[in-house]
């Protein structure tokens, strides 16, 4: 009975899984406006009625998945803080190529967490959703306590914290673009690891100044 019961709960996170897997492709493709459940249904050879047993609107799916993918981006994150020995701006360096790098490797994630915003409140919505990541945060804690140890003065973290994120996610936008894609004219810039490296110096050379003090 029990491994009956263990074998069922992993079909259905497998068959979960499948359904995010799919989900996230479509809403890159079509949009958080232009997705349906019923296209999504189609796309998985499933019923629509079966796709509504696991969420009732595209919008409570959509958030499912921005969860998930935010659930493992963040996780990362603090571990990558929990295990660091060196300097703030070390860490920080750090942070920045798993950033990228996580960008790279999960763009798709990476557009759903970060740029699609979520679908409208549907009429067979149950509630509000309301999901806040915690990424932004993690960065902020990180540089107030840094302010506090190194007792600096005139920093204003917050600010501070916005400025490093805004540049990071210009950067991954940046060379998402034509301009970095060879097979375009106007890819004159070189390749996106490289203009990426130049970023993080850039950013490194700023930040010695402040934390150096």
């Known amino acids: 009975m029990t491994q009956t019961r263990a074998r069922s709960k992993k079909a259905k996170e497998q068959q979960i899984q499948k359904i995010i897997e799919e989900a996230r492709d479509l809403f890159i493709e079509e ?28 919008r409570e ?10 659930a493992d981006f963040e996780s990362e994150l603090s571990n990558i803080v929990a295990s660091h020995k060196g300097t703030i701006v070390e860490l920080l360096e750090d942070l920045a190529d798993f950033y ?5 490797s999960n763009y798709r994630k990476y557009q759903i967490m970060f740029i699609l915003p979520p679908p409208p409140t549907e009429s067979n919505d149950q509630t509000e959703i309301i999901f806040e990541p915690q990424s932004i945060n993690m960065l902020l804690l990180i540089l107030e306590n840094a302010i506090i140890e190194a007792k600096i003065e005139n920093v204003d973290s917050k ?13 991954v936008l940046i060379t998402n673009t034509i301009l970095f894609n060879e097979k375009f ?8 690891d490289d203009f990426q490296e130049y970023v993080k110096n850039q950013l490194k050379a700023q930040l010695d100044k402040v934390f150096t003090k």
């Open 185 to 192: 004219e106007t890819a004159v810039f070189g390749k996106k």
């Open 31 to 58: 949009g958080t406006r232009g997705f349906s459940m019923r296209a999504l249904a189609k796309r998985l050879e499933m019923s629509q009625g079966n796709l509504y047993n696991y969420w009732v609107s595209k």
């Open 100 to 104: 990228f790098d996580f960008a790279e």
């Open 159 to 171: 600010k501070l914290a916005l400025y490093l994120w805004t540049v990071m996610h210009g950067t």
């Open 61 to 70: 799916l959509w958030y499912e998945i921005v969860k998930r993918d935010f």
